[in-house]
């Protein structure tokens, strides 16, 4: 099975500034989608954003962004400007041709005022 | 938007009891799937099922089966409780089809349970 990886368990970041959330996921599919879903402290999961693995421009959501090396398999999520309400628990996915779904452990980010 | 309901937002059992977790989607989504979240290790996948009646293990099914009768429902079911499935459990459901694999999960609220 795909497996993903987070290797940051926490990140803290000064509000308007920027940070970097990685993610890496091991696969031998060719064809998949990865998606970053932000879970705050209501419990529920919100999608930030998402991206084929067939498209090599990278997705863009507003603030968010990612940087994906298909080659590295590594999908980072960048948050620029970043506010308050961008405090919660940030998950990477990785979901395969055949719709099931990975999700890695999780990094926590913590906007200072 | 598409809701997903799960029957119970905390849970409380004894160890050895019988513990049906139950979730309903109202969209006609053809996927459904249970996740458990435990702190630092994320969402794990336990059970899939991508029709009525059809259900793929995921990377945990340990200690968990399921059911799924009718399209909107998809059941996880813990046969004898233990403490380690203390846990939040997670149900999200999915369109389904080839085409649709860019779209998002749609999440349940999630039940908290504590066995005990």
């Known amino acids: 099975a795909q497996t993903v990886t987070q290797s940051q368990p926490e990140m803290s970041v000064q509000e308007a500034e920027t940070v970097t959330l990685s993610c890496t996921y091991d696969?031998?599919?060719?064809?998949?989608?990865l998606f970053w879903y932000k879970q705050p402290p209501s419990r529920q999961m919100i999608l930030v954003i998402r991206?084929?693995?067939?498209?090599?421009q990278n997705a863009t959501e507003n603030r968010f962004s990612v940087n994906f090396q298909k080659a590295a398999k590594s999908f980072s999520l960048k948050i620029s400007d970043s506010q308050l309400g961008d405090a919660a628990m940030y998950f990477c996915?990785?979901?395969?041709?055949?719709?099931?779904?990975?999700f890695g452990a999780g990094t926590r980010l913590t906007v200072k005022p | 938007d598409v809701k997903v309901t799960q029957s119970s937002r905390y849970l409380v059992k004894r160890t050895g009891e019988k513990v049906f977790l139950e979730c309903v989607q109202d969209?006609?989504?053809?996927?459904m799937f249970w996740y458990r979240q435990d702190p630092g290790l994320g969402l794990r996948l336990i059970y899939f099922s991508y029709d009525v009646k059809m259900k793929e293990k995921g990377d945990i099914p340990e200690g968990y089966s399921v059911s799924r009768e009718k399209k909107e429902r998809f059941s996880l079911i813990l046969e004898s409780a233990s403490t380690n499935q203390t846990s939040m459990y997670l149900c999200?459901?999915?369109?389904?089809?080839?085409?649709?694999?860019?779209?998002?999960?749609?999440f349940g609220s999630g039940t908290q349970l504590s066995v005990l």
């Open positions: 696969t031998s599919e060719s064809d998949y989608y």
């Open positions: 969209m006609d989504h053809e996927n």
């Open positions: 999200a459901s999915h369109r389904g089809g080839q085409a649709t694999t860019n779209e998002k999960l749609f």
């Open positions: 991206q084929e693995a067939y498209k090599q």
């Open positions: 996915a990785y979901r395969s041709a055949n719709n099931d779904m990975r």
